[in-house]
């Protein structure tokens, strides 16, 4: 038997109990790994990515390991999924957990894996099989459950250590699903070598001093780091002379580590803070000086934006925070976007900025916020609150791309744009009852020729726009079942259109196909038909057992 060919010695030992194959494993290396393949039946569910060679489109296949999937050497992996699930034998499922995982990496060449399981089952399969990882590219890895229990409440005792050595592995994401307590411990440090690492996810981890988590990382470029207690820079054990992306959620730089700071922020172009301290954003100011955008979300004290506004900065944006209000106009010569979200101030905030290409701002900041180039801005986005006052928005002259959404309230108001421009081509609509809107948005702006409209009410219709060529429709409702579109509509395309299922509309399903199109995304909501005008040479009409579904290559996003 030990001539046999592996498939063939598969099947054999498929017919034998768990117990017999337990004493068969004993038998050679070779048997050992045999029989441990045949035995992975129970315990273990795996979800597989299946490639298309010849079209690299993946298709999800979810089925339990059986020898089947082992032997047929025509189908070829990906990625894999693992949930661990200990319940009876636990070190036998666990060593042949292993030998399963090494046969899935060698025969199918597994270049992406994610693991899910409880901490301690999770980690002891890190510690055994790290050898089986060598080849990977992307590693995701999920605590499903972390105990609020003794055994992790911080103690005297130093924790151990797990050292993961992972060569080639690119990305590496670590999180949490169920969030324990901050006086929670795990009692583990973790140190990671990744020399060739670009992207580091870690998400809702608890960490203290004494219990870390280390990168070993020259190579990182991408680091989103959303923990609760973290000593920052200390999780990089080399220095990162590559990190251009960094996004920091619950975290402040320590006094003591201002200098180790200078590691991550030196090179850093594209910076995201969440709930920072104004320790941190001097930080900040001091030592990223290469930087191009920054974001900063929540900040509890009141700040001045001239502080953040460094002459190299591109973009920024600011969100759930107070401003000081500054007499002397500030000079922003290489800001191209800003973006203000949320934001209160006292009296006036002037700024220069004569790059200033893309404004978004809800509509209280024209209160004080004054541009001395109005006529620079090409692309402009709006927030819009239903019971917000009428407020005096300056004129853009050369708006090309207008961007408009309404913040929920529990009113009505005026819907015209308060501003006149003319210019605009491009324009996307969200969270509106879009009805109500058009005919009177369109008087105002009548050279749209790319409209979205996206999560809106009410669809109306009929759209009457004079130079309308592109339409996009995602995710909005309407009581009509039939929507007529200007006879010059060039491109169309429609996601998610539901009718209203409590409204009764007209449906003609006997429409020329020419001419009307059926969208029928989901069995639960009635088809809506689509009335377009000939001639339509916007693209090609692909059947469907839901109906008839407009399928074109190009892209139109209005913002």
Known sequence: MEALPEELLLNIFSFFSWNELKVLSLVSRRWYRITGTASLIAGTYIS??????????????????????????????????????????????????????ETCL???????????????????????YNYCFTDLLELEIVLEQ????????????????????????????????SLPSRSCQMPHSFTFTVP?????????????????????????????????????????????????????????????ELADSSRLL????????????????????????????????????VISIEFLMMQQLHELHLESLELLSIATPIDCPNLCKLTLLRIKCSTSLQLNAPKLDALIAEETVFKFLRLRDYHVVRRLGILRGYTAQEITIPEFPNVSQLYLKWLPGTSKR?????????????????NSSIEDLLEDIFKELPNVENLHLHSGSNLPNKIEATHLKKLLITNCETR??????????????????????????????????????????????????????????????????????????????AW
């Open 48 to 101: 597989l990515s299946k490639v298309r060679l010849n079209n690299k489109l993946r298709a999800n296949e979810d089925s339990y390991i059986d020898r089947q999937l082992l032997v047929d050497s025509h189908r070829q992996y990906e990625a894999v999924s693992i949930e661990i699930f200990f319940t009876e034998d636990i070190l036998i499922k666990k060593t042949l957990l292993g030998i399963l995982l």
């Open 106 to 128: 060698s025969r199918w060449s597994v270049k992406t894996l994610r693991i899910t399981g409880q901490y301690e089952h999770l980690v002891l399969f890190l510690q055994r």
């Open 146 to 177: 972390f105990e609020d229990s003794d055994h992790y409440k911080v103690c005297k005792h130093e924790p151990k250590i797990c050292l993961l050595d992972l060569r080639r592995l690119q990305n590496l994401i670590w999180s949490e699903r």
């Open 196 to 256: 060739r690492l670009k992207y580091l996810g870690v998400n809702r981890l608890v960490l203290h001093e004494d219990n870390l988590m280390v990168f070993d990382c020259t190579a990182l470029q991408t680091a989103h780091l959303n923990c609760y207690s973290l000593l920052g820079s200390s999780m990089f054990d080399s220095d990162i002379l590559n990190l251009k992306q960094l996004t920091i959620d619950g975290y402040a730089f320590k006094d003591h």
């Open 266 to 301: 030196k090179n850093l172009i594209w910076l995201n803070l969440t709930r920072p301290v104004p320790e941190d954003l001097r930080v900040v100011s001091r030592y990223a000086k290469e930087l191009k955008t920054l974001k900063i979300t929540v900040l509890q004290e």
């Open 414 to 430: 005026k819907r015209s744009l308060g501003f006149r421009t003319t210019r605009v081509t491009k324009l996307t609509i969200l």
């Open 480 to 557: 009509h079942s039939v929507l007529k579109a200007p006879p010059q509509l060039e491109w169309l395309r429609l996601y998610d259109i539901l009718r209203d299922p409590y409204e009764v509309g007209r449906f003609d399903p006997l429409g020329d196909p020419r001419n009307c199109f059926e969208l029928a995304p989901s069995k639960r909501f009635l088809p809506l038909v689509v009335h377009v005008p000939e001639p339509f040479t916007g693209g090609k009409i692909r059947h469907s057992t839901l109906g008839y579904r407009f399928v074109e290559n190009d892209e139109m996003l």
